[in-house]
């Protein structure tokens, strides 16, 4: 009883009430306590105020609602997806837009109380997403457009952009700790890619049900051998050349690195023709079974690169360091 009587008064003083693209009540709608109760009803039907876990991912799912609002700090142990297209206050007749709002509010909007959502990873899918008056330990990964981080929020960790043209279209007012950048790989990342950020996740996209391009965005410590298996194209377009590509590293909007990192395996065998290796370090033993192997200029291998055949040796193109031997097993 407590608690709905909490959640009474604080949908009834105007939590959320006007939370679509504006944070401040117009004259007309301070008129009446009756309009408030109206804005008051319209968020209960239309809005997730969570508490758990396991309702803001359901919250924030394709499934859930066009805000969502929690009333204490969460910690979720598996990576997040903002997914689903939603209108302004649940109205189609709206406008694009969604909200994360990790705060309460008095009866003139302002921020009483902020709360911290920790997750490994949130990744945006749902266009004109905006994270206000709260804290989002973790790292973000925008796909969709319109991103937009309140001055009232903070990231506490890295916000990577899938390509220049997200990124153009986010207003990032809040504080973010970490990076503010492109991800590594081309612009059409967002649709064809795996960024990745632990063991599990690399080894699920090198795989033949993966993609072209990985990218890590952090170093990365894998405990067994690892297949780099399949045939893919570049950009993921079957139209396109047979291209694969490992992009252990972040680039600003002229491509310039500007972070490499290190993936460490005990032995990485490469099965897909044409893998190019970029802007980062494999610590460990490659095995280079299919034709067109290329280690950039910009990436280094601490270790051996030992080639099926000669066929397969003289088809490949090392430019990059390599600090043991290249020979034919």
Request: charged fraction near 25%; glycine fraction near 8%.
């Amino acid at each position: 009883m407590k608690f709905k009587a909490f959640l009474l008064s604080f949908l009834l003083v105007g939590f959320l009430a006007a939370c679509g693209g504006e944070d401040e009540q117009t004259s007309a709608e301070k008129d009446t306590d009756t309009e408030k109760t109206e804005e008051a009803t319209d968020v209960v039907t239309t809005a997730s105020i969570v508490n758990d876990a396991d309702a803001f991912v359901s919250a924030v799912s394709k499934e859930g609602t066009w805000i969502i609002a929690t009333l204490g700090d969460l910690t979720i142990e598996e990576e997040v997806v903002v997914a689903g297209e939603f209108h302004d206050k649940g109205d189609a007749a709206e406008a694009i837009y969604r909200k994360i709002a990790p705060y309460t509010q008095d009866e003139d909007h302002n921020i009483t109380e902020s709360f911290t959502i920790t997750v490994p990873k949130l990744t945006v899918q749902s266009e004109n997403l905006r994270i206000q008056g709260g804290v989002i330990k973790g790292d973000v990964y925008v796909e969709a457009n319109g991103f937009n981080l309140h001055e009232s929020a903070k990231v506490d960790g890295n916000v990577y952009f899938a390509s220049e043209d997200v990124k153009a279209t986010a207003a990032i007012d809040g504080e973010v700790t970490g990076a503010t950048e492109v991800a590594a790989g081309d612009a059409d990342v967002v649709t064809t890619a795996s960024i990745v950020n632990d063991a599990d996740a690399f080894v699920s996209a090198v795989s033949e049900e993966g993609t072209w391009i990985i990218a890590t965005l952090g170093d990365l410590t894998i405990e067994e051998d690892v297949v780099v298996a399949g045939e893919f194209h570049d950009k993921g377009d079957a139209a396109n050349d047979i291209y694969r590509k490992i992009a252990p590293y972040t680039q600003d909007e002229d491509h310039n690195i500007t972070e490499s990192f290190t993936i460490t395996v005990p032995k990485l065998t490469v099965q897909s023709e044409n893998l190019r290796f970029q802007g980062g370090i494999l610590k460990g033993d490659i095995v280079v079974e299919a034709n067109g192997f290329n280690l950039d200029k910009s990436a280094k291998v601490e270790g051996n690169i030992y080639f099926a055949n000669e066929d397969v040796k003289a088809a490949a193109a090392i430019d990059g360091e390599v600090t043991g031997e290249q020979a034919v097993q």
